[in-house]
């Protein structure tokens, strides 16, 4: 297949792949640390759970530029080789592909579990949206009923900042 050594690459990916399951580990705790945050209105927590995540999505995009251009150097060494097929080179054993599976399946959670986060924090601005229109006295209907049960036209809507 190759003149290269199989053995130093299998190391070289399990190390990247090895870096970047750990970190997206620790990208998997700090958006569940992120949800308790932002149940409780912990700013200061969101907010640091917010920067941890863009530090290890940048360590994580870093694992994934060294293991293309591993991978990229292989492949003009085998072009008719697949990935799986080149990594089965480099370990008969499986294990870089049981690896790879692994962080396949650590990024799925996190995706879910981030969108999970997006979907509470959109579900909170709408809160603070609609509560912020009750104070401005915007898109209230009246909550006064004439005899017929139509809605009466005597008493108008005010704002509680007017009130």
Same mark, same amino acid.
């Given at each position: ?10 190391? +070289? ?14 990208? #998997? ?7 308790? +945050? #932002?149940?409780?209105?912990? &700013?200061?927590?969101?907010?640091? /759970? ?5 530090? #290890? ?12 251009? !591993? ?8 072009? /008719?080789?697949? %990935?799986? +097929? ?9 294990? !870089? ?28 601005? %709408?809160? &603070? ?17 004439? /005899?017929?049960?139509?809605? +009466? ?11």
């Amino acid at each position: 297949m190759s003149k290269d050594d199989p053995l130093q690459f299998k190391v +070289a990916f399990e190390n990247i792949f090895n870096n970047k399951a750990s970190h997206l580990e620790e990208l #998997l705790a700090t958006i569940l640390h992120e949800r308790d +945050a #932002l149940s409780g209105n912990l &700013v200061e927590e969101i907010e640091k /759970a917010a920067g941890q995540k863009q530090s #290890l999505m940048q360590s994580v995009e870093e694992n994934v530029r060294q293991s293309k251009t !591993l991978l990229t150097h292989l492949k003009q060494t085998m072009p /008719a080789h697949s %990935q799986e +097929a080149i990594l089965n080179w480099c370990d008969p054993s499986g294990g !870089l592909n049981q690896l790879r599976d692994r962080i396949t399946d650590i990024t799925s959670r996190c995706q879910s579990e981030n969108n999970r986060n997006g979907i509470q924090v959109r579900r909170q601005s %709408q809160h &603070v949206h609609t509560a912020l229109n009750i104070l401005r006295g915007e898109g209230l209907t009246s909550a006064f009923y004439g /005899a017929t049960g139509e809605p +009466a036209t005597e008493h108008g809507v005010r704002s509680l900042g007017k009130a």
